[in-house]
């Protein structure tokens, strides 16, 4: 038996998994991202991880197939990485790094959104699709592009960075990447607790969202709950997404699009609110486009990342 192991560097941990080449997940673990030192120690701890776990289970380096790696930042085809905000590096060659650290092993290194997107494709609300978009509402929106089972990276690594995508002309202020009117600014869990507390601030009528901790949950645990002012703020953040998912369809004609990230949790009753916007732009070729919750959770890249190796 083949086996290899799927990273996912977040910036405060590493999650790790074991698999079999034939998509079996034996194990998965976490460990610190140590970010100090401009994150020199990040690739040696995965390195004595990954050396620990393959001494633990007898695994020799004749067994392995290689070691994938999802990182939050563009990444090149090559695996180069030119600058990291969450994690402290500037310009690292992240796969000679790896196959320097574990001689042998081959490594294959990529954007974290376009492998949870792999991953979802693999083994989650993606499978058996060949073509899909995933979007990850989070903290920030992060997004991957699937093509013929291939992610698309883009000559930077950049590609399927669908938070920036503009979706506001108007906006005067700016989003963390500096520009103005990102997708980010009211899709991501932040963007909607921007968007809930502007609506606030103008007249309103009674509202269950009055004096709370503004968030993407309360938002969508009013609008449960039939809140009128939690539906309308819903449907703008909606509006912004579906919109935009509709442009992103008519350039990569996905068969379906996978909606995760903490936002997400919302279930069911997020879809909606992106499905009829998404309806009333999409060219007609996209109409039988299905959007749908990622199944993976945090699983996703890691699973992603192996099936990089596969």
Not at 293 to 308: E, K, Q, S, V
Request: glycine share 14%.
């Amino acid at each position: 038996m083949k086996y290899c192991f799927g990273v996912d560097i977040g910036g405060t941990t590493v999650k790790m998994g074991l698999f079999s080449t034939e998509g079996e997940l034996f194990e998965k673990w976490e460990i610190k991202t140590r970010t100090e030192n401009e994150g020199k120690e990040v690739l040696p701890d995965i390195a004595a991880s990954v050396r620990s776990k393959m001494e633990e289970k007898g695994i020799s380096i004749e067994d392995m197939a290689g070691v994938g790696i999802g990182v939050p930042a563009p990444v090149s085809e090559e695996g180069i990485v030119k600058n990291s905000a969450n994690i402290g590096w500037g310009y690292k060659n992240v796969k000679k790094e790896m196959e320097e650290l574990l001689p042998g092993v081959c490594a294959r290194i990529g954007n974290d959104a376009n492998v949870a997107a792999l991953g979802e494709m693999w083994l989650g609300a993606g499978k058996g699709c060949s073509n899909m978009i995933m979007v990850t509402l989070g903290t920030g929106v992060g997004g991957g592009v699937i093509c013929h089972g291939q992610i698309i990276a883009g000559a930077n690594g950049a590609g399927g960075e669908i938070g920036h995508i503009c979706v506001n002309y108007n906006e005067t202020e700016k989003c963390g990447c500096g520009k103005t009117g990102c997708l980010e600014q009211y899709a991501s869990a932040t963007g909607i607790a921007r968007l809930a507390k502007l609506r606030l601030a103008k007249p309103h009528e009674k509202t269950i969202l009055e004096g709370k901790n503004l968030s993407a949950k309360s938002v969508f645990d009013a609008v449960k709950k039939g809140d009128r002012i939690a539906t309308e703020i819903a449907e703008e953040f909606g509006a912004y997404l579906g919109h935009a998912l509709a442009n992103m369809a008519v350039i990569t004609d996905p068969e379906r699009i996978v909606i995760g990230g903490g936002v997400s949790n919302a279930g069911p009753a997020l879809l909606p609110f992106i499905e009829k916007p998404f309806q009333e732009k999409t060219f007609f070729a996209n109409k039988d486009t299905k959007i749908v919750l990622a199944t993976l959770g945090n699983d996703a890249g890691i699973c992603g990342a192996a099936r990089m190796i596969l």
